[in-house]
T-cell receptor
Framework: SQQGEEDPQALSIQEGENATMNCSYK?????LQWYRQNSGRGLVHLIL?????REKHSGRLRVTLDTSKKSSSLLITASRAADTASYFC????????????FGTGTRLLVSP | DGGITQSPKYLFRKEGQNVTLSCEQN?????MYWYRQDPGQGLRLIYY???????QKGDIAEGYSVSREKKESFPLTVTSAQKNPTAFYLC??????????????FGPGTRLTVL
């Protein structure tokens, strides 16, 4: 079963605006990762945040993690048309092999 | 260039046929994975392998088989027992980090269609 649930399912904004996507999960995790997928392509890793971290930045990306609420958010600032893609959160379980469990994704459309 | 390759990009299968999807990596990663992606459902894990000659079932292994005879190769066979094989298949690899396995690197995918 899939652990991550993402919200919203789809998001449409104008270039220059910020985009925020949320992810909720159900069990204890070692880390949470965000990936990007352009249509019909493979996934590209964006950022990883560990369970003992609360916030992480990478360029125009900002990720927060609230383990008490079992939720994470991905903020893309000053969006560009090239940011148009699907974004997935994935949680690594806290025991054993730490398989990744992916959410259903948020489809982001950034219009010029 | 280091990376993961998958072939073919598109594959068409008749009902009742077995097909094998190729996945090769030159990243020297120990772990490899196969995922299935259906529209609106995200990725679901089919099989994974932590090391050569070892693999485990994921969440949806029924109707699929794999082998891991070489570190760089992890082929997936979609058998006739898989009732709904039409999907986008993604292969990935990763290396263990300081406290577990870190990010996964994905191939470009194979789109399988059953005719």
């Amino acid at each position: 079963s899939q652990q991550g649930e993402e919200d919203p399912q789809a998001l449409s904004i104008q270039e220059g605006e910020n985009a925020t996507m949320n992810c909720s999960y159900k069990t204890s995790i070692n880390n949470l990762q965000w990936y990007r997928q352009n249509s019909g392509r493979g996934l590209v890793h964006l950022i990883l945040i560990r369970s003992n971290e609360r916030e992480k930045h990478s360029g125009r990306l900002r990720v927060t993690l609230d383990t008490s609420k079992k939720s994470s958010s991905l903020l893309i600032t000053a969006s560009r048309a090239a940011d148009t893609a699907s974004y997935f959160c994935a949680t690594a379980e806290n025991t054993g092999f730490q398989k990744l469990v992916f959410g259903t994704g948020t489809r982001l459309l950034v219009s010029p | 260039d280091g990376g993961i390759t998958q072939s073919p990009k598109y594959l068409f299968r008749k009902e009742g046929q077995n097909v094998t999807l190729s996945c090769e990596q030159n990243l020297n990663h120990d772990a490899m994975y196969w995922y299935r992606q259906d529209p609106g459902q995200g990725l679901r894990l089919i099989y994974y392998s932590q090391i050569v000659n070892d693999f485990q079932k994921g969440d949806i292994a029924e109707g699929y088989s794999v082998s891991r005879e070489k570190k760089e190769s992890f082929p997936l066979t979609v058998t006739s027992a898989q009732k709904n094989p039409t999907a986008f298949y993604l292969c990935a690899s990763s290396m263990p980090g300081g406290s577990g396995y870190n990010e996964q690197f994905f191939g470009p995918g194979t789109r399988l269609t059953v005719l």
